[in-house]
Nanobody, 120 residues
Framework: VQLQASGGGLVQAGGSLRLSCAAS????????MGWFRQAPGKEREFVAA????????FYADSAKGRFTISRDNAKNTVYLQMNSLKPEDTAVYYC??????????????WGQGTQVTVSS
């Protein structure tokens, strides 16, 4: 399985970014997908998850109301739309493929990460 994350970058506080994660090598539509992030000196933390059908989503409190996870099974891609970004959102963002949940152990495959930097 290969997961390729993209879409990160430098943005000012209050701005928006859309992350993408393209999957190959497995039946994408059979797996839940999740986004996690890791800031320097901190542990990886859950951001959002989406079920294999896309009908159910789950967000960390820090992401609720600002981030939206979605997926396009025809394109084998999961997205994370991030609005109203804050400096504390600065981290490397990783996509994972596995079971639906908010714990990294529930995900079997990981992308390489994409850097998001939010300036104040």
């Amino acid at each position: 399985v290969q997961l390729q994350a993209s879409g990160g970058g430098l943005v000012q506080a209050g701005g928006s970014l859309r992350l993408s994660c393209a999957a190959s090598g497995r039946t994408f539509s059979s797996y839940a997908m999740g986004w996690f992030r890791q800031a320097p000196g901190k542990e990886r933390e859950f951001v959002a998850a989406i079920s294999w059908t896309g009908s159910t989503t789950f967000y960390a409190d820090s992401a609720k109301g600002r981030f939206t996870i979605s997926r396009d099974n025809a394109k084998n891609t999961v997205y994370l739309q991030m609005n109203s970004l804050k400096p504390e959102d600065t981290a490397v963002y990783y996509c994972g493929m596995g079971r639906f949940g908010g714990v990294s152990d529930e995900y079997d495959y990981w992308g390489q990460g994409t850097q998001v930097t939010v300036s104040s």
